[in-house]
């Protein structure tokens, strides 16, 4: 059902730097859809982390970062804490079967 | 502060219905759309729908047209969302979202167990 591709696992080293990457086509992110991003800890709902692609809503930590490019966007954890533990998803719209929200696979980050 | 409240667990036998309510408060409702996402356990997000709390034109995921229905009550900011013909793979917690450009509200969500 997904249409956006993560890869299902990244592992860091508290402190470390972690990349995620989201990859579509061009009838999503390609198209010039914006790309938001959502962190769900164990066990809670999803909570929105970054939005239009680069966007902190109030109370993230600028650790977190997003950046999008051609099909693609990622997602960058810098400085990671064991807080950071968690599922991320991808989430972009997407032009075609008439129109709707897509998300990416999900992503499990571990900090080891 | 904003608010989406979601109604309690349901369990149900195959091929009834089940209706989640999703109260709102703490903004204006009929200013933006309520999503609806659900998360079958172990699994990923999965997009189900939208709807306009300002004039209630709907989009629903191409696999659930025919089955789903999304309505919202302005006089009591609380939007709906009912599932018919339930099969085992309906299991799955069951999220309302707030649906401006992101989804940058998510109710608590609501488990729904369809099991025989």
């Known amino acids: 059902q997904s249409v956006l591709t993560q890869p299902p696992s990244v592992s860091g080293a508290p402190g470390q730097r972690v990349t995620i990457s989201c990859t579509g086509s061009?009838?999503?992110?390609?198209?010039?859809?914006?790309v938001h991003w959502y962190q769900q800890l164990p066990g809670t709902a999803p909570k929105l982390l970054i939005y239009?692609?680069?966007n902190r809503p109030s109370g993230v930590p600028d650790r977190f970062s997003g950046s999008k490019s051609g099909t693609s966007a990622s997602l960058a954890i810098t400085g990671l804490q064991a807080e950071d533990e968690a599922d991320y998803y991808c989430?972009?719209?997407?032009?075609?079967?008439?129109?709707?929200?897509?998300f990416g696979t999900g992503t499990k980050v571990t900090v080891l | 502060q904003v608010y989406l409240v979601q109604s309690g667990a349901e369990v149900k036998k195959p091929g009834a219905s089940v209706k989640v309510s999703c109260k709102a408060s703490?903004?204006?409702?009929?200013?933006?759309?309520i999503s609806w996402v659900r998360q079958a356990p172990g699994q990923g997000l999965e997009w189900m729908g939208w709807i306009s709390a300002y004039n209630g034109n709907t989009n629903y995921a191409q696999n659930l047209q025919g089955r789903v229905t999304m309505t919202t009550d302005t006089s009591t900011t609380t939007a709906y969302m009912e599932l018919r013909s339930l099969t085992s793979h309906d299991t799955a917690m069951y999220y309302c979202?707030?649906?401006?450009?992101?989804?940058?509200?998510w109710g608590q969500g609501t488990m729904v167990t369809v099991s025989s």
């Open positions: 239009g692609n680069s």
């Open positions: 703490g903004f204006i409702f009929t200013s933006f759309g």
């Open positions: 979202t707030r649906a401006g450009d992101a989804l940058d509200m």
């Open positions: 989430q972009s719209y997407d032009s075609s079967l008439s129109g709707r929200y897509v």
């Open positions: 061009s009838s999503n992110i390609g198209a010039g859809y914006d």
